[in-house]
């Protein structure tokens, strides 16, 4: 039995072995020189640019596009065409990154939480229509980790109330729903470029998409200062609408056009990657690897693990306690298991504080509902999936070429040395710690 590298045992991953994400080609290098050889004089929209929108609405199927400078101005986009303003309300998966419910802020509107589903880690279709109020606008549907959420029943019921559908498809550009390429299983959709993400733009970026013309206008005004620019026409400088500045530049959109021409074989890489290494962890105690419907892809841009410390013994032991001891070991073994996201969004500061602006703003606003608190007792599933998650995946150790099957066997021998052949050392290094 091989002694564990945390006490002086050789690790299991060797140093080097893994490869940073995003895999650079000379395809996407020669792309990024010819987009700096016509960048000047400066324009806007560059030809890079509109090759890269015309490309993703040709890919996920829907025929406005537009892109931008980061995934978190791509969901504001969504939020202004659904018309969101003071006081109206927006429901946001209470498991998820900041950006998904900021957005809503950012255009004076009220994020409302819900509670995620204990396997998918989704928004829970389940508990959306308690959340609906007579201020509610809009649904924010996260595809958190790579993984599309329940679109079929979210639909439904934003149809009940009238409401609009936001995809939040930053973690999981070339997944599938149904058949349904993310980015397309929303109303609106607002998709990441950033340099860790499955399509990725190297530095920043964003995509905005819609099938509705008006939404597509008012994201479009939105993105330019709330100015009308039509194409051929001289530039009138008067702003329309309240607008920010969130054009992307010529050489993050060449880059992600180059890398989005290889999604499909990338997001089959990391399909196959995800699978096997969910088949080699599905019989080790102590840890539970994703779960993946069947009418759905997941692209594994993290691979989330929920530690159960009761399986090996240690119900005693506090769960969070447990969770960065195996992450402490297995970081030893060489492999970068590490913490995501360990509170609910509700329960950060910015929800508790309620000070958003100065002054309380926007739950001040006099069109805001009173009375809105954030307790995160209300989200007993997304507190529990935090207090047990620990992540493989992003830019350091992606589930994306070139890292293939070898270092997912890697994986999964450091997962059973640590938890299999030396588990009684684990549990004496967790009792150890707390």
């Not at 400078?69 to 969101?84: F, I, K, P, Q, R």
């Not at 439904?156 to 390429?181: F, M, S």
């Not at 860790?196 to 970026?205: H, I």
């Not at 309380?360 to 999936?385: H, K």
Request: hydrophobic share 35%; charged share 25%.
């Amino acid at each position: 039995m091989a002694k564990l590298a945390i006490k002086g045992g050789q690790k299991v991953v060797p140093d080097g072995m893994i490869k940073p994400w995003p895999h650079i080609t000379e395809e996407d290098k020669r792309a990024v020189m010819e987009a700096l050889e016509r960048a000047s004089p400066w324009r806007y929209p560059f030809e890079e640019v509109e090759e890269l929108e015309r490309a993703w609405a040709e890919f996920i199927g829907m025929k406005f596009t537009l892109a931008c400078n980061s995934g978190t101005a791509a969901l504001h986009l969504c939020v202004v065409a659904c018309e969101v303003g003071p006081g109206d309300e927006v429901l946001v998966p209470a498991d998820t990154f900041l950006a998904s419910a900021s957005c809503v802020l950012h255009s004076n509107g009220i994020p409302i939480f819900v509670d995620v589903h204990p396997q998918t880690y989704n928004i829970d279709p389940a508990k959306i229509e308690e959340r609906i109020t007579e201020k509610t606008k809009a649904i924010v549907a996260v595809d958190l980790n790579g993984l599309p959420a329940d679109y079929d029943e979210i639909h439904a019921i934003a149809k009940k109330y009238g409401l609009k559908v936001i995809e939040d498809g930053a973690q999981a550009h070339g997944a599938t729903y149904k058949g349904k390429q993310v980015g397309s299983l929303g109303d609106v959709s607002g998709c990441s470029l950033n340099g860790s993400k499955c399509l990725s733009a190297l530095g920043e970026g964003g995509l905005f998409a819609t099938n509705e013309e008006k939404m597509f206008v008012l994201a479009q005004r939105a993105r330019m200062f709330g100015e009308i620019v039509e194409p051929g026409k001289p530039r009138e400088y008067n702003a329309y609408m309240m607008g920010w500045n969130y054009r992307t530049d010529p050489l993050q959109a060449a880059f992600a056009r180059s890398q989005l021409r290889r999604l499909p074989e990338m997001t089959e890489w990391r399909i196959r990657n995800g699978t096997y290494l969910t088949q080699r962890l599905s019989e080790i105690p102590g840890i539970q690897p994703p779960y993946v419907p069947p009418d759905r892809t997941h692209v594994y841009f993290f691979y989330p693990i929920l530690v159960r410390p009761e399986e090996l013994g240690l119900d005693d032991v506090p769960t969070d306690v447990f969770r960065e001891a195996l992450a402490k070991v297995m970081q030893a073994e060489g492999v970068p298991l590490r913490s995501w996201q360990t509170r609910p969004v509700p329960a950060q500061s910015l929800f508790q504080y309620l000070d958003g602006y100065g002054k309380g703003c926007p739950w001040s606003c006099p069109y805001t509902r009173p009375g809105i608190r954030y307790d995160p007792d209300e989200y007993p599933v997304a507190s529990d999936i935090c207090r047990r998650r620990l992540v493989l995946g992003h830019s350091t150790d992606s589930f994306g070429p070139p890292n293939g099957l070898d270092l997912m066997e890697k994986y999964a021998e450091a997962f059973h040395k640590v938890l299999v052949e030396n588990r009684n050392e684990l549990i004496d290094f967790v009792r150890k710690g707390t």
